[in-house]
């Protein structure tokens, strides 16, 4: 019944998504019919350069993947552990509710080739968290442009911000609750038994963690750069200062919206951004178009290729 629910709960908020997406594109269409031409004379240097990023993005990753391998004796090939990032993108892209979807394939194919399940869990789970905790950055961003702009903008910003504490705050009375009345439920006590060790084992590594959330900073940074990058390719460059102001407003009203998809979510939140900071929208968007065509949808053939190498991959004795 559960599953049921929450099945029918992701495929209201595709639909609803999806629905928003379509008006947006219809109220904007003359807009988005100015900004093919901008596309088809795109820059190749600048595309050849968003690829070579979005390699890098997945090396980082797999960089931080590597690490906290490490700290638990397993040692797991950089090119390896790239492609089941790459895999994962794939995933959190493809399917509802994504962030789930990722995460399960790769546990399932870190414990498949012999890396096993507990590792393989505790690897992702750490990276999802650090990968947050490596926000912390950005939303310092956010609250300088909240305290700088005026306008829409900064009313979203601020309100972005304001739930993004809530939910911070909600996760730690959450883990205060596990430590102080976990042991009277099996579940809870075998949770908070799992959450000590995992604490005692970041004690036990800190220089190795301290690398891993590096790694995970520099995934952002590296978007950063595409997001400049994707308007040098249309031939409209932007200030690298607006490029990552644009970014990390964006990070967080995604990460606070309750789209079980990133799909049009990312493209409508982040061209507005640059709109209300001055840039024409047909521009906007045509450089939005650019940068999710290498960061989000290239990657889903990159992870079908990534599927059938893992395929071959785990014949052999690992």
């Known amino acids: 019944m559960r599953k049921r629910f929450s099945r029918a709960l992701s495929l209201f908020f595709l639909f609803a998504t999806f629905c928003l997406i379509g008006y947006l594109v219809d109220k904007e269409r003359g807009e988005l019919t100015r900004s093919w ?40 090939p950089l090119l390896l552990l790239t492609v089941l990032y790459t895999l994962q993108t794939m995933y959190n892209a493809v399917l509802p509710l994504s962030g789930a979807s990722g995460t399960a394939a790769f546990i399932f194919w870190g414990k498949r ?34 305290l700088t702009a005026n306008g829409q903008v900064a009313n979203l910003i601020k309100a972005g911000l304001l739930v993004a504490v809530a939910v911070s705050l909600g996760i730690l009375l959450l883990f205060y609750l596990i430590s102080r009345f976990g042991q009277k439920s099996k ?29 995970l900073f520099l995934v952002y940074v590296v978007r950063m750069i595409m997001v400049y990058t994707a308007f040098q390719a249309i031939h409209v460059p932007i200030p690298f200062w607006l490029a990552v102001l644009a970014y990390s407003i964006t990070s967080l009203l995604v990460l606070v919206s309750l789209a079980p998809t990133t799909v049009g979510v990312v493209e409508a939140v982040l061209a507005s951004v640059l709109h209300s900071y001055g840039i024409p929208l047909s521009i906007a968007i045509a450089g939005t178009l650019m940068y999710r065509f290498v ?23 690992v």
């Open 37 to 76: 031409p901008y596309l088809l004379h795109a820059n190749g240097f600048s595309i050849a350069t968003l690829l070579a990023l979005q390699l890098m993005y997945f090396l980082l990753q797999g960089a931080s993947g590597r690490v906290l391998f490490l700290t638990m004796q397993q040692r797991v």
């Open 113 to 146: 080739l012999g890396y096993g399940l507990k590792e393989s869990t505790a690897t992702n789970l750490w990276s999802l968290t650090l990968s947050y905790v490596s926000l912390v950055p950005l939303l310092l961003i956010c609250l300088f442009a909240a």
């Open 187 to 215: 579940r809870a006590s075998h949770t908070l038994t799992i959450l000590r060790e995992e604490w005692k084992r970041m004690q036990h590594h800190p220089i190795s963690f301290l690398f891993a959330c590096v790694y």
């Open 295 to 317: 960061s989000f949808y290239l990657p889903i053939p990159l992870g079908a290729l990534a599927l059938v190498y893992l395929q071959r991959f785990s014949k052999k004795p």
